[in-house]
């Protein structure tokens, strides 16, 4: 599959569409507390994604049969929402979502702590969303697409954090997942040039012991293999001209 190059008008539903997301999640995060199920947060975020318009990119996405990927603690992506996973005080939670404005998507992750947890646990969520903005300096015209994998994984590994290398972040536009993947490592090549109407989805995913990772039987959710825990930062951005643009984060909230 080609890269594809918006034009201004997709360029604008897709801002728009990362608008709407960026809501959705500022509205999960302040309902995520201690004794909600993994699903009560599932079936709010569908709730909050349809108020605006919007249809779940997720849901039914080859089969996944939710709207949120909630994914707690060891849980890396993909964790499948579920009336008896109950969320305790101290857990991490990884909600990956994604709507569709217009026939266009936006798909955005954030890891929040519930209630007091470990001082390495919030260590891990801010390192993780550090990387995807060390990874993102190199989002620029002119560059190449794994500058911005060599960044994020670096800044990781200098700290000493497992950086996951059997998923990657992914363009994105009419379709969820588009050309091209983007690694979260050092891959040792260049990649393709970046040019000015790329659209991508970055979004390391970080562990705080080794990258290696398994899929459980459910075939969807990805946990770290040693059991420890792992964060999830992701945004969809736009290359420009000049600095990347985050369609779903607004600069008041960088």
Not at 35 to 41: A, L, N, R, V
Request: charged residues 25%; aromatic residues 6%; proline residues 4%.
């Amino acid at each position: 599959m080609a890269i594809t190059i918006k034009s201004e008008r997709e360029i604008e539903l897709m801002a728009e569409a990362g608008k709407i997301l960026e809501r959705v999640h500022n509205e999960l995060e302040k309902a995520l507390r201690p004794g909600m199920s993994t699903k009560d947060i599932d079936t709010l975020g569908e709730e909050i994604i349809r108020s605006y318009g919007c249809i779940p990119s997720f849901l039914n996405y080859n089969g996944y049969p939710a709207s949120i990927c909630v994914s707690v603690n060891q849980e890396v992506v993909h964790g499948i929402p579920d009336k008896h996973r109950i969320i305790q005080e101290g857990d991490i939670v990884s909600l990956d979502a994604g709507v569709i404005y217009k026939g266009y998507h936006s798909d955005a992750a954030r890891t929040h702590a519930v209630g007091e947890t470990s001082e390495e646990a919030k260590k891990l969520i801010q390192v993780t969303k550090e990387c995807f903005f060390e990874g993102i300096k190199f989002a620029k015209a002119g560059n190449h697409l794994f500058d911005i994998s060599g960044a994020i994984g670096r800044y990781a590994e200098e700290r000493g954090y497992g950086v996951v290398r059997d998923l990657c972040g992914h363009g994105i536009g009419t379709a969820l997942h588009e050309a091209p993947e983007i690694p979260n490592y050092e891959v040792g090549r260049k990649g393709v040039r970046l040019r000015p109407g790329m659209t991508l989805a970055i979004e390391p995913m970080i562990n705080i012991g080794t990258h290696e990772v398994d899929w459980l039987d459910d075939d969807w959710t990805v946990v770290t293999r040693d059991g420890s825990l792992s964060a999830h930062y992701e945004n969809t951005i736009l290359i420009t001209e000049g600095e990347p643009r985050i369609l779903s984060l607004t600069c008041e909230n960088e």
